[in-house]
């Protein structure tokens, strides 16, 4: 991290420390992850460990033997091409076995994994690949003639594969072949062909370390460039290890990833986790909700993570139950995006499914925090509906968290401020992003830019509860105004299937409130029913000033709805001073 100040550095050390358990005193039994795959391979043999459903090809399921011989083969093809310890390798790729694969290739041999979501635009993915010094690239083959032209612009790439061009029964050894591209070289191989011929063991492993980086994943954000979250092994093994210990997993357990691999919820929670406790882990190539009971029930999960937006989705296909038998199904695990109230209560009402809501960042590697396991149905249910937010739960062990000012300094319970957390979950440093650092690790915390509170439990726990994005914070007259107070509300609205709460920009305030929102079939209502529903809830200043109605809400690949991307939509109110007599 030559690129930090020294005051910087301290505080990221602070910040990956929990109480005084310093970031290099490792609380996980395995060298690195590598390590962790031979051992469970040797132990389960036979055992199945990943099911894929592919949505063209179906079913296929591979052994933890087989996959690790896979694993090895891809690695040795990996040192074959150069590529060893601290070298990153790119993935453009949608859920699929032959990604995971590529993972675990790259993480024996210690080089690091750069997820492309392949829903960004052509800017963004050839930012990422440049940023990052991406030097070879698994280019899944639907993807290659679009991926090709951003090559032009990534100086360090020197190598494509290509994945899925031929099938593993048919493919046959070829000669490498060189493409010319705007007078740019790089070689071009076939993932299937270029694997085989490798041996199904590693001779000359080299030797990752713990704090080996494994993972820089690229945030969303829906303006600037994105900033890339730098994951260590140590990183990905010790959230594994908090996630199977805080939800009890053990080795005849499975769990299912429905959300996709490029994003660290379903890397760690649902791939990284189940090979943690030695399980089985059931991969979706999508999320579909006319499959997604019929899975559960076929492959005997007990455990899946889901985002809210996915509940909502099943709420709106109504299955019938009756075709299922989910009884071994414990719990559902939702994260990653704003969990309201009304949705929690009415998915727990209709499914009889409980909600173990959690909240994480991928700079905390994933979750940080869950609602506890032993709470009684009565205590699970107040504290999912009972503080106007579902709360997010306790911190788990890796970690600690706080609610901070401005300045850091730390607010009492029940106050809103910023979530900061510390411990060894968190991220080692943005990729060559000195200011980012210094800001974001300010004060020896990493600050999560996310608003929110806590309150105590009887038995002297936090609970935390999130408010809002602090950059998504409707500011209006100097008045900080949460949207998602007014999201529970739209919500809960009758006839409507989503609302969004939208800060738009206004002279006569800074911000004004606008709402967005998507009717349910058939469902007719106008922008003052939205308004009046609003105002037996909220004060004027509070409420929506404009409604507009539309089927298009921008979500990122894991169902995050994207406020700051209706802005646009609400400019032509810029200019309008609206009042509580009249709205002009």
Known sequence: ????????????????????????????????????????????????????YSDEKGRTEYSYQEFYELVCKTANFLLNQGITRGDRIATVSFNHSDTVIQYFAAWMIGAVVVPINVGEDDKRIGYILKNSESKLVFVREQFVQRVEKIFVETPSVKTI????????????????????????????????????????????????SLEDEALIVYTSGTTGLPKGVMLTQYNLLIDAKAITEWHQMTPNQRMMCVL???HVNGTIVTLMTPLYYGG??????????????????NENVHVVSVVPTLLQFLLHEKPDMSNYDISQLRHIICGAGPLTVDLAMRFEEHFHI??????????????????????????????LSE?????????????????????????????????????????????????????TFAHGWFRSGDEGFYKMDANGRAFF?????IKELIIRGGTNISPFEIDEVLMNMPGVNAGLAV???????GEEVGAYVQLGDGIVLGEDDVISHCRKFFSFQKSPKVVLFGNDIPVTSTGKYQRNKLKPLFERWKRVQFTERARA
């Open 354 to 383: 409980p909600i173990v809501h959690g909240y994480g960042l991928s700079e905390t590697t994933c979750y940080s925090c869950f609602l506890p396991l032993d709470l009684s149905a009565k205590e699970h249910q107040r504290w």
């Open 280 to 297: 089985s882990v059931v991969l979706n190539q999508k999320f579909h909700s006319s499959k997604f009971f019929e899975r559960i029930t």
């Open 260 to 262: 996709p691999i490029h």
């Open 161 to 208: 594969v290509r994945v899925g061009a031929l099938s593993p029964s048919t493919s046959t050894p070829s000669a490498d072949s060189v493409r010319m591209t705007a007078g740019k070289a790089w070689k071009h191989l076939d993932f299937y062909m270029s694997i085989q011929n490798h041996q199904s063991e590693i001779c000359h492993l080299p030797d990752a």
């Open 1 to 52: 991290m030559t690129d930090l100040s020294e005051e910087t550095e301290s505080n990221i050390f602070k910040a990956r420390t929990v109480g005084k358990i310093a970031p290099t005193d490792y609380q996980v039994p395995h060298q690195n992850i590598g390590e962790l795959l031979r051992v469970q391979a040797n132990r389960y043999g036979r055992k199945p460990w990943i099911i894929f």
């Open 387 to 439: 503080f106007g937010f579902p709360s997010i739960g306790v911190p788990i062990p890796p970690n600690e968290m706080a609610i901070h000012d401005d300045s850091g300094h730390p607010l009492p319970e029940g106050t809103r401020g910023e979530i900061v957390i510390r411990g060894h979950n968190i991220m080692k440093c943005y990729y060559a992003n000195p200011e980012a650092n210094e800001s």
């Open 465 to 469: 509860f999130i408010t809002g994005r």
């Open 503 to 509: 800060g738009f920009e206004n002279d006569w305030y």
